[in-house]
């Protein structure tokens, strides 16, 4: 167990390999956050990888074992008596109940429609889109996640701004904060 706060990390963001790349570095040790997920996440997860984005079978299979591997810890089970007390969006009320029972103060989701405040707020939970959450971590360990991202980029074969480019589309504003920080160095 660390001190890093614990966040849940939705299918959607998942799903987006380049993205749930850099937050699963910033939760590696030395870790910024602490992941959280389900087994219906990591379904859905896997679901959308396969029957939408075209992956292989295999793959997601071995997708699904690496997090198994090197975030044992991040699954959440026994929080089904929860479900019904969430009056969220109903589809995704699995995962607002998943955040409770694990403690997890932070939902981290590109469907934030399906997670508004008014029903997470009196269970201590809030739902951030990925830049938001991104911009927070850098803001508090900028060095850390610089360090981190360097890292990403020398794995993938990749310059820094190379990754930021990828990562644009998905998160531009967290990419333009780590550009114009880059660029004052």
Not at 101 to 109: E, K, L, N, P, W
Request: hydrophobic share 45%.
């Amino acid at each position: 167990m660390t001190d890093a706060p614990l966040v849940v990390l939705d299918a959607c963001v998942l799903a987006n390999f380049s993205l749930c790349d850099t937050l699963l570095r910033l939760a590696e040790p030395p870790r910024l956050f602490e992941p959280k997920w389900s087994e219906e996440i990591i379904w859905e997860t896997i679901h959308t990888l396969e029957s939408k984005l075209g992956w292989p079978g295999p793959l997601a299979a071995h997708f699904e074992a690496e997090l198994r591997t090197h975030f044992s810890e991040a699954w959440i089970s026994g929080y089904d008596r929860l479900i019904p007390r969430m009056t969220n969006d109903e589809k995704d009320r699995h995962v607002a109940a998943a955040a409770l029972h694990s403690g997890a103060a932070i939902i981290v989701t590109f469907n934030l429609r399906h997670f508004g405040r008014e029903h997470l707020e009196p269970w201590g939970i809030a739902a951030l889109h990925p830049q938001s959450f991104l911009i927070e971590v850098f803001r508090q360990e900028q060095a850390l996640v610089m360090a981190k991202l360097n890292q990403q980029a020398a794995d993938r074969g990749r310059s820094i701004p190379q990754l930021l480019d990828i990562l644009r589309g998905t998160v531009p504003d967290f990419t333009a904060l780590v550009s114009g920080t880059i660029s004052r160095e």
